[in-house]
């Protein structure tokens, strides 16, 4: 049962967890890792770069593709949780092969999210100084230093305190930019828009004279702000009932995150104004939120707005390296990595060990990166696009592995159904296709370096089959005892 260890039928002692979570608990994670604050301050800018004032038709597009993606995720893990997240999904429905380079790929992303969340946090922090009028700056690998081990502590300490720290953060951001959401839209109303804009809702929600695959490409950068929207699958071990709630917390994520970025963007839309000169310094902009509260409201509330996105960041690293200690866990409890690395803290089950190495080597990265010379917003932009990169093949992975059971009709889905995720593979196949053309270096090399890190787990359980028996028969055990705990059936597979 849940709550220490249990033997399997080999005689291994398997570690696992006690169910603590409640569901809004488990929805934390997904919206900490996609940093709605972070997504909103510099999300907006390229889209407006190529789709002009069409940015909230763009991400309304985005939200669909996303929305497609999430089909797969929702369904499965309403018969599988793990803490390994897409390494049982993807284990259970195509393989443990497939499982064991899905879990690698997915530890690739969110080790790269902590590189650039913790960058992110010393980015954001000094503009907060800035905003403020202090006249410092401090190197930002300290500051990302001392964000690092912030994260690490607390999540070391119980789950519950990670996920309302999580909470607490992303929340006051999100209510200082719906604040500043509804001041543009008051201000645009009654004609005191920076341009005298009115709300131009036909102009931002039909395409008019912009391209189908012009609005498309932008959807690009829509999709980076809903990545990590399924981190919560990795509490699946840890959360009540998560048959039930891990499935309802991926789409509370998704959905709540979809009508925040549409409100969001389209204010920014409207606030910048929809002219040239309004797209112009909506595409020019480095933090958009920054800029209108300042334009809007004051430079009081850009100074809150920039510790809000401080928090978002830091919020994202948290999330970020929370996911990728569990995975690292999860990995080592099947037999890839020290045992010592799948052990768990007495007092608060934590799996301390694996979250310490994720935050060492995440230092270690952004150190070098310091120390060649590398600029904090080229470091967060660089190891950003390598993580949206491999989450789209892991993403991809689950709706191949939830059309095959379809196909194979193992659980009760209506074969109609099978349309959803095949256009979601669709989709996630042209947001990969876009990020290999029209991009310069060294953009141009990170989907080789994905596509290598892909293939490096793959040869792994090709040159170890052995790991990939016991991945498959550990799975197999784990899957069972779940059943069991939940008095709930699991298909055959």
Known sequence: MFGGTKMSEQGAERTTFRRKLKPWEAVALSIGLMAPTLAMALNGALPASRAGSKVPLVFLIGFAGVALVAYGFVRLTRYFNHAGSVYALAGATLGPRAGFSSGWTLLGVYVVFTIDSLAATALFFNGFLSSANFNVTIPWFLLALIAGVIMFVLNTRPVRVAARSLLTMEGFGVTFTIVLIIVILVKVISGHGIHGQGMALSTVFTPGKVKIGTLASATVFAFLSWAGFEASASLGEETHNPRRNIPRSIIAAVVLSGIFYILAVY??????????????????????????????????????????????????????????????????????????????????????????????????????????????????????????????????????????????????????????PTLGVAYLAYVFYEQLVGVSAPYTYFPYVVVAWCALGVAVVLVRPALAQRIGRDLTLELERQAYDDEEPVADF
Not at 277 to 291: D, E, I
Not at 306 to 326: C, D, E, K, Q, V
């Open 267 to 420: 204010a920014e839309t409207i606030g910048f104004g929809t002219n040239a000169a309004g797209v112009h310094a909506f595409a020019s902009t480095s933090n958009a939120l920054n800029q209108l509260a300042t334009s809007y409201v004051g430079s009081w509330l850009a100074v809150i707005i920039s510790l809000a996105a401080t928090g978002s960041a830091f919020a994202s690293a948290m999330a970020s390296g929370a996911g990728a200690g569990r995975m690292v866990f999860a990995l080592s409890r099947d037999g890839f990595g020290p045992k010592f690395l799948s052990r768990k803290t007495a007092k608060h089950e934590s799996p301390a060990n694996a979250l310490a190495l994720v935050f060492s080597f995440s230092i270690i990265v952004d150190l070098v990166m310091f120390l060649v010379g590398t600029s904090v917003v080229n470091v967060y932009f660089y190891y950003a696009t390598l993580g949206v990169l491999g989450i789209i093949i892991v993403y991809a992975v689950v709706a191949v592995g939830t059309i095959r059971l379809i196909v194979k009709k193992v659980m009760s889905i209506p074969v109609w159904e099978i349309v959803l």
